[in-house]
């Protein structure tokens, strides 16, 4: 059982008989009455955000999670297959259950599942990967004014923002969580 006053973002509750992610919370003592906390939660099967409020020290489960090391194989009919890495069990996944993670995912990379009670929830990639650069306009000698970027097409779809030396087939370090490009790789 997990108390509110043990609440941090990303942890991880059962709520309503389903799993949710915490976003954000806010503990808030009232006038005369007890404290209560505002929480933001994301329901990790749905991925719908809903706002709650409950009175301070209300405890709620913990989710029965667990992770599986699987390794994505291909995507068909709007499905993306993954195999255990142990077991050789095929698991197909939706674009619901994918989210962001579709867009850095290639051929035989290998990700963690997240299941709640036997079923899959969602996919978490490494936090960096090495993506090449498949389009991009080319950079230009003294076109460093605006100290920006320019975007970048990379092989598996994604866009990210990069520095003007970066060319088409460099392959750059990207940060999952974010989609920011960290460096290239040499």
Do not use: C, W
């Not at 976003?23 to 939660?41: E, L, S, Y």
């Not at 409950?54 to 195999?83: A, I, N, V, W």
Request: aromatic fraction near 10%; charge should be negative.
């Amino acid at each position: 059982m997990i108390s509110t006053s043990d609440f941090r973002k990303g942890l991880k509750v059962e709520f309503k008989d389903d799993p949710y992610e915490i976003v954000d919370f806010q503990h808030v003592k009232m006038g005369r009455g007890g404290a209560i906390v505002r929480t933001k939660m994301k329901n990790m099967r749905t991925g719908r955000v809903v706002e709650e409020t409950m009175r301070s020290g209300e405890k709620l489960p913990t989710p029965e999670l667990q992770e599986k090391k699987m390794q994505y194989l291909y995507m068909q009919d709007e499905l993306y297959y993954f195999m255990d890495s142990e077991t050789y069990e095929q698991v197909p996944l939706t674009l619901v259950q994918l989210g962001d993670a579709k867009l850095f995912m290639k051929e035989n990379m290998e990700v963690k599942i997240l299941y709640y009670k036997g079923s899959p929830l969602n996919v978490e990639l490494p936090t960096f990967i090495e993506l090449v650069v498949a389009k991009t306009d080319p950079g230009f000698k003294g076109d460093t004014a605006s100290g920006g970027g320019k975007p970048a097409t990379l092989e598996t779809g994604a866009v990210v923002r990069v520095p003007f030396h970066i060319n088409e087939g460099d392959t750059i370090k990207v940060d999952t969580r974010t989609s920011e490009y960290i460096e290239r790789v040499k």
